[in-house]
């Protein structure tokens, strides 16, 4: 993949799609999260003709603040993401896990003031929708000894959302990048609705 991935979805659509192009501007991921489940199950497709699926994100229980989201492909489970609860208020974390359950990385929000003041002004009528545009929050992929992998980055737009990921290290081994790029994944569902 040619970095920076640039991710994509209606702001108005219905059910939650992502689109995911690489540098090149090619098509490298489709996401597609299905209406009214009460226990997630995101197909993670190579396109949008979603003729290849290439992950499943599933939660670990029904519709939960803190719920894991794991990643399968094909019959293998390779990690999961997690929402920290009550440290997600003030600034967005989330726990990347290994096929065991164990921590191994961490995202971050890179700003609390950002994520202050999307929730005091993002519900006011016009006020928060011009707002948007201004209130770009970011994140942080980092290993557990501190060393940031990835950032995202909230672009400016209208009637859609769009991130940038960018990677920061060189040598982030395959299954660390795939377990990054489904957390990601998972993590813009999940805060899409912001900035």
Partial sequence: MQFPLKFSFKILGLAPQIYVYDGSGAEVFYVKQKLFKLKEDIAVFRTSAQTDEVARIKADRIMDFSASYHFHVGDAVIGAVSRKGMRSI???EYHVLDETDVHQLTITEDSALVKVVDGLVGGI????FLLAMFI????????????ALYQVKKM?????GKFELHKLADDTPELIEQRS???VMMML????TRG
């Fill in 125 to 128: 009528p016009l006020i928060g």
């Fill in 181 to 183: 790029m489904l957390a």
């Fill in 156 to 160: 400016p737009a209208f009637f859609e």
């Fill in 136 to 147: 770009n929050p970011s994140y942080t992929v980092k290993d557990l000894d501190g060393k």
């Fill in 90 to 92: 003030f600034k967005a």
């Fill in 189 to 192: 569902l999940l805060e899409r």
